[in-house]
C-alpha cells in the first residue's frame, strides 16, 4: 500500500471535492429557485474562464481588477440569458427546460471554441509562488486559494439565504411561487437574481480551475460532473449539492487510486462517479436531503 | 342520392377504424406511394453525394424514429440514444466477424441485442422519471462509451471495427446507388412498423403512460412493463439504424458515438415534431441538411472579403455546431410541436382553400 500517494489523492479530491460542490450549488440553486435543471453550467465555468482570460491578456491590468470586470459580464450574461432565452420556456414540459439548455450549451460550446480556438491557453501568473507545502504535501496555490474561496462562498450563501432578504425571497419562491408572489416577492426579480449569481459563481469556479489547468474546452465537462454529485445530494438541497460534490471528489481520486495500485483498468476515475450516479438513482432516487415528491391526484 | 358524400368539406370519420387506419385520407396514402416511388428513382440520375445524404437521412431516420416512440410518444427521456445507436453498429460487425453470421441476418439479430441492453438500462425508468431519468440515461451513455473503448474483443478498441457491405443472394450492396435501395427499404418497413405500433394496443397504453401515468395505471396499463418496454423499441430501430450505418460506412470507430450524437437525435425529433411518425423524418432530414445547406451559403460568399476571410472560414465547423444548438433552442421557443405541426398547417390550409374560415 501507498500511503503518501493515496493520502495525496485524498486531499485533491477534498479540493476537487469542494469546487464540485460549489458548482453543484450554483446548478441547485438555480433548479430550487427556478425549477430549471441547467444543462450549461460547465457552459458558465467555460465562459467565465475565457472572458477573464481575454480580459487579462487584452488589457494587461490586475488580476483582481479583471476578475471583477469578468463577475460584472457573468451577471449581465445570466441575467440576459434567463429574460431572453428561459422566461418563455416556463411551464413547458420537462424536456423542452432541458433540452434548451442543452442546446445552448452546445451553442456556447461552439462559439467558444470558435472564438479562442480548441488548444489549451494557461493562464498569466497569478500567484508568486506555485506551489505551497501543507503538512508534507506539495499543493498548488491555486488550489488552496479555491478551497479558501470556497468555503468563503459556501458561508456566504448560507448567511444569505438565512438573514439577506433577497435569500429570504430566494427561499420563500422555491418553497411556494404563487404563495411568494401575493406577499410581494418580485419572482422576476427572484429568477433573474438566481441566475446571475449562479453564473457569477460559476465563473469563479471556471477561473480557479482555469489558473491550475488552463483555459480550454475540457472545462465544460464540470457541469456534466455535477449531476452525480447533485444526485446524491438530493437535487433540491444546497448542503447535499456540497456534501454530494466532496463525496464525489474523493471517490473519483480513491477510484483512481484502486485503479493505479490493484486494478489497472486505465480511466476508472472517469466513470466511477456515473456507476455510483446509477446505483444511487436504483436505490435512492431522491438521494441524502432531497424532498421526496409525494403527487396526489 | 348524391347526398352528403359530395358536400363534404374536410375530414369526417364515424367508425374507430376510420380514425385508427395509418394514413388519414386517400390522397395522403397517395402521396406517400408517389413518395416512395419518386426515391426509389433517385439513384438513376443523382450523383453520389447526395445519395450519401439521404442514406445518412435513412438510417439516422430509423434511430430517430425509436427515439420518438420513447420521448414523443411515451414521455421518457433518453439522453443515451447515440451509445444503442453505436452498440448496433458493432454488434452486427461482431456477428458477421466473428459468428459469421450473413450481414442480413445479422442487422436485426443486433436490433435485438441492442433491445436487451436498451430495456436493462431502462430498468430504472420502471422507478424514476423525468429529470431523474435524463440523467440515469446520461450516466448510461458514459459507462456505454467506456465499454466500447475497454472491451477490444467486442469493438476492435482503439482501432475500431470492420464491417462487411451488405449482401443477400451473392449480390453485394457496397456502393452509394445499390446501398441506397437497402436503406430505402428498411426506413419504409421501419416507418410502417412504427405507424403500425402507434395504433396498437401498446401504443395506445404508451401513450397514455406519457399523458398521465397515474391515471394510465389506474386504467390497468402496467407502468413498469410499458416504460422498459418502450426503451426496448426504441433501442431496437437504434440498433438497426446503427448496423445500417456500419455496413454503409464498412467501419465503426468508438469515437462519434458521443453524446453530441444523442444530443442531435433529440434534436431531430424536437425539430421534426414531438410524438409525430413523420416527424421523425422531416427532423433527422433538416438535421442532416442543416450543415451542408451552411456549407453552400458559406462558398456562395466565398468571393466577398467577409466569406474569404480567416476567421470566418476557420470558424464554419463550429457555426455548424452551434447552428444545432441555435436551431433546437430557436424551434423550442418559436415552434415547440416542431416541423410536424407547421405542416399539418400547410395542409389545412390547402384543405379548406380558399374559404379558410
Given at each position: 500500500?501507498?500511503?503518501?500517494?493515496l493520502?495525496?489523492?485524498?486531499?485533491?479530491?477534498?479540493?476537487?471535492?469542494?469546487?464540485?460542490?460549489?458548482?453543484?450549488?450554483?446548478?441547485?440553486?438555480?433548479?430550487?429557485?427556478?425549477?430549471?435543471?441547467?444543462?450549461?453550467?460547465?457552459?458558465?465555468?467555460?465562459?467565465?474562464?475565457?472572458?477573464?482570460?481575454?480580459?487579462?491578456?487584452?488589457?494587461?491590468?490586475?488580476?483582481?481588477?479583471?476578475?471583477?470586470?469578468?463577475?460584472a459580464?457573468?451577471?449581465?450574461?445570466?441575467?440576459?440569458?434567463?429574460?431572453?432565452?428561459?422566461?418563455?420556456?416556463?411551464?413547458?414540459?420537462?424536456?423542452?427546460?432541458?433540452?434548451?439548455?442543452?442546446?445552448l450549451?452546445?451553442?456556447?460550446?461552439?462559439?467558444?471554441?470558435?472564438?479562442?480556438?480548441?488548444?489549451?491557453?494557461?493562464?498569466?501568473?497569478?500567484?508568486?509562488?506555485?506551489?505551497?507545502?501543507?503538512?508534507?504535501?506539495?499543493?498548488?496555490?491555486?488550489?488552496?486559494?479555491?478551497?479558501?474561496?470556497?468555503?468563503?462562498?459556501?458561508?456566504?450563501?448560507?448567511?444569505?439565504?438565512?438573514?439577506?432578504?433577497?435569500g429570504?425571497?430566494?427561499?420563500?419562491?422555491?418553497?411556494?411561487?404563487?404563495?411568494?408572489?401575493?406577499?410581494?416577492?418580485?419572482?422576476?426579480?427572484?429568477?433573474?437574481?438566481?441566475?446571475?449569481?449562479?453564473?457569477?459563481?460559476?465563473?469563479?469556479?471556471g477561473?480557479?480551475?482555469?489558473?491550475?489547468?488552463?483555459?480550454?474546452?475540457?472545462?465544460?465537462?464540470?457541469?456534466?460532473?455535477?449531476?452525480?454529485?447533485?444526485i446524491?445530494?438530493g437535487?433540491?438541497?444546497?448542503?447535499?449539492?456540497?456534501?454530494?460534490?466532496?463525496?464525489?471528489?474523493?471517490?473519483?481520486?480513491?477510484?483512481?487510486?484502486?485503479?493505479?495500485?490493484?486494478?489497472?483498468?486505465?480511466?476508472?476515475?472517469?466513470?466511477?462517479?456515473?456507476?455510483l450516479?446509477?446505483i444511487?438513482?436504483?436505490?435512492?432516487?431522491?438521494?441524502?436531503?432531497?424532498?421526496k415528491?409525494?403527487?396526489?391526484? | 342520392?348524391?347526398?352528403?358524400?359530395?358536400?363534404?368539406?374536410?375530414?369526417?370519420?364515424?367508425?374507430?377504424?376510420?380514425?385508427?387506419?395509418?394514413?388519414?385520407?386517400?390522397?395522403?396514402?397517395?402521396?406517400?406511394?408517389?413518395?416512395?416511388?419518386?426515391?426509389?428513382?433517385?439513384?438513376?440520375?443523382?450523383?453520389?453525394y447526395?445519395?450519401?445524404?439521404?442514406?445518412?437521412?435513412?438510417?439516422?431516420?430509423?434511430?430517430?424514429?425509436?427515439?420518438?416512440?420513447?420521448?414523443?410518444?411515451?414521455?421518457?427521456?433518453?439522453?443515451?440514444?447515440?451509445?444503442?445507436?453505436?452498440?448496433?453498429?458493432?454488434?452486427?460487425?461482431?456477428?458477421?466477424?466473428?459468428?459469421g453470421?450473413?450481414?442480413?441476418?445479422?442487422?436485426?439479430?443486433?436490433?435485438?441485442?441492442?433491445?436487451?441492453?436498451?430495456?436493462?438500462?431502462?430498468?430504472?425508468?420502471g422507478?424514476?422519471?423525468?429529470?431523474?431519468?435524463?440523467?440515469?440515461?446520461?450516466?448510461?451513455?458514459?459507462?456505454?462509451?467506456?465499454?466500447?473503448?475497454?472491451?477490444?474483443?467486442?469493438?476492435?478498441?482503439?482501432?475500431?471495427?470492420?464491417?462487411?457491405?451488405?449482401?443477400?443472394?451473392?449480390?453485394?450492396?457496397?456502393?452509394?446507388?445499390?446501398?441506397?435501395?437497402?436503406a430505402?427499404?428498411?426506413?419504409?418497413?421501419?416507418?410502417?412498423?412504427?405507424?403500425?405500433?402507434?395504433?396498437?394496443?401498446?401504443?395506445?397504453?404508451?401513450?397514455?403512460?406519457?399523458?398521465?401515468?397515474?391515471?394510465?395505471?389506474?386504467?390497468?396499463?402496467?407502468?413498469?412493463?410499458?416504460?422498459?418496454?418502450?426503451?426496448?423499441?426504441?433501442?431496437?430501430?437504434?440498433?438497426v439504424?446503427?448496423?445500417?450505418?456500419?455496413?454503409?460506412?464498412g467501419?465503426?470507430?468508438?469515437?462519434g458515438?458521443?453524446?453530441?450524437?444523442?444530443?442531435?437525435?433529440?434534436?431531430?425529433?424536437?425539430?421534426?415534431?414531438?410524438?409525430?411518425?413523420?416527424?421523425?423524418?422531416?427532423?433527422t432530414?433538416?438535421?442532416?441538411?442543416?450543415?451542408?445547406?451552411?456549407?453552400?451559403?458559406?462558398?456562395?460568399?466565398?468571393?466577398?472579403?467577409?466569406?474569404?476571410?480567416?476567421?470566418?472560414?476557420?470558424g464554419?465547423?463550429?457555426?455548424?455546431?452551434?447552428?444545432?444548438?441555435?436551431?433546437?433552442?430557436?424551434?423550442?421557443?418559436?415552434?415547440?410541436?416542431?416541423?410536424?405541426?407547421?405542416?399539418?398547417?400547410?395542409?389545412?390550409?390547402?384543405?379548406?382553400?380558399?374559404?379558410?374560415?
Amino acid at each position: 500500500m501507498n500511503y503518501e500517494l493515496l493520502f495525496q489523492l485524498v486531499v485533491n479530491g477534498i479540493i476537487i471535492g469542494t469546487l464540485y460542490g460549489v458548482v453543484a450549488m450554483c446548478f441547485t440553486l438555480i433548479y430550487k429557485s427556478t425549477q430549471i435543471v441547467n444543462f450549461a453550467q460547465g457552459e458558465f465555468l467555460l465562459i467565465g474562464a475565457w472572458v477573464c482570460w481575454w480580459i487579462l491578456g487584452e488589457f494587461q491590468i490586475p488580476f483582481f481588477f479583471g476578475f471583477l470586470l469578468c463577475l460584472a459580464f457573468m451577471m449581465v450574461f445570466g441575467i440576459l440569458l434567463q429574460v431572453v432565452v428561459l422566461k418563455p420556456m416556463i411551464g413547458e414540459p420537462i424536456i423542452s427546460v432541458i433540452m434548451v439548455t442543452i442546446g445552448l450549451s452546445i451553442f456556447f460550446q461552439a462559439v467558444m471554441k470558435w472564438m479562442f480556438g480548441v488548444f489549451v491557453k494557461p493562464f498569466p501568473q497569478v500567484f508568486e509562488v506555485e506551489s505551497m507545502n501543507v503538512l508534507g504535501l506539495q499543493v498548488q496555490t491555486a488550489y488552496i486559494m479555491s478551497f479558501i474561496i470556497s468555503i468563503v462562498i459556501m458561508i456566504a450563501f448560507a448567511w444569505f439565504f438565512k438573514y439577506s432578504r433577497m435569500g429570504l425571497a430566494m427561499r420563500a419562491t422555491a418553497f411556494n411561487q404563487q404563495v411568494a408572489q401575493s406577499l410581494g416577492i418580485s419572482i422576476k426579480q427572484v429568477f433573474a437574481m438566481s441566475w446571475a449569481i449562479s453564473a457569477m459563481v460559476s465563473a469563479l469556479a471556471g477561473v480557479v480551475v482555469g489558473i491550475v489547468n488552463g483555459v480550454s474546452s475540457s472545462l465544460s465537462f464540470f457541469g456534466i460532473k455535477v449531476f452525480p454529485a447533485v444526485i446524491l445530494g438530493g437535487l433540491d438541497s444546497i448542503i447535499g449539492a456540497i456534501l454530494g460534490g466532496l463525496i464525489i471528489g474523493v471517490m473519483e481520486n480513491l477510484a483512481q487510486y484502486v485503479d493505479s495500485e490493484l486494478l489497472h483498468l486505465n480511466n476508472l476515475y472517469a466513470v466511477a462517479p456515473f456507476y455510483l450516479l446509477v446505483i444511487i438513482l436504483m436505490i435512492k432516487p431522491y438521494g441524502l436531503f432531497g424532498t421526496k415528491d409525494i403527487e396526489r391526484v | 342520392m348524391a347526398g352528403h358524400d359530395s358536400m363534404r368539406c374536410g375530414e369526417f370519420r364515424t367508425t374507430y377504424r376510420a380514425d385508427t387506419t395509418i394514413f388519414p385520407t386517400p390522397w395522403s396514402r397517395n402521396f406517400a406511394i408517389l413518395g416512395v416511388a419518386v426515391a426509389a428513382t433517385c439513384p438513376l440520375f443523382l450523383e453520389p453525394y447526395y445519395l450519401n445524404l439521404m442514406i445518412q437521412i435513412a438510417y439516422l431516420g430509423i434511430a430517430a424514429l425509436g427515439l420518438n416512440i420513447l420521448v414523443g410518444f411515451t414521455g421518457q427521456i433518453s439522453l443515451g440514444h447515440s451509445a444503442f445507436f453505436g452498440f448496433g453498429a458493432f454488434a452486427s460487425a461482431w456477428l458477421n466477424n466473428v459468428w459469421g453470421i450473413p450481414v442480413f441476418f445479422a442487422i436485426p439479430l443486433a436490433g435485438l441485442w441492442t433491445t436487451a441492453v436498451g430495456m436493462i438500462v431502462g430498468i430504472p425508468a420502471g422507478r424514476i422519471k423525468g429529470l431523474y431519468l435524463a440523467i440515469a440515461t446520461l450516466a448510461s451513455q458514459f459507462i456505454l462509451q467506456d465499454f466500447f473503448a475497454r472491451a477490444e474483443w467486442f469493438t476492435g478498441g482503439a482501432s475500431g471495427a470492420l464491417a462487411e457491405p451488405f449482401s443477400i443472394f451473392g449480390y453485394t450492396f457496397d456502393t452509394d446507388k445499390s446501398f441506397f435501395y437497402v436503406a430505402l427499404t428498411y426506413l419504409i418497413v421501419a416507418y410502417v412498423a412504427g405507424a403500425n405500433l402507434i395504433r396498437s394496443r401498446d401504443g395506445r397504453a404508451f401513450v397514455a403512460v406519457r399523458d398521465h401515468y397515474l391515471s394510465a395505471e389506474i386504467m390497468g396499463v402496467n407502468l413498469t412493463k410499458y416504460r422498459i418496454l418502450s426503451f426496448g423499441v426504441s433501442s431496437f430501430y437504434a440498433g438497426v439504424g446503427g448496423a445500417l450505418f456500419g455496413h454503409y460506412l464498412g467501419f465503426v470507430s468508438v469515437e462519434g458515438f458521443d453524446i453530441l450524437l444523442s444530443i442531435q437525435f433529440l434534436g431531430m425529433i424536437i425539430i421534426g415534431g414531438l410524438g409525430s411518425v413523420m416527424g421523425a423524418l422531416m427532423g433527422t432530414a433538416f438535421m442532416v441538411l442543416l450543415p451542408e445547406v451552411m456549407e453552400g451559403l458559406v462558398s456562395l460568399m466565398g468571393s466577398t472579403d467577409w466569406g474569404s476571410a480567416k476567421w470566418f472560414v476557420d470558424g464554419v465547423p463550429y457555426m455548424k455546431e452551434a447552428a444545432i444548438g441555435l436551431a433546437i433552442v430557436l424551434f423550442l421557443i418559436f415552434e415547440p410541436d416542431g416541423l410536424a405541426h407547421r405542416w399539418r398547417l400547410i395542409k389545412a390550409y390547402w384543405k379548406l382553400y380558399p374559404f379558410s374560415y
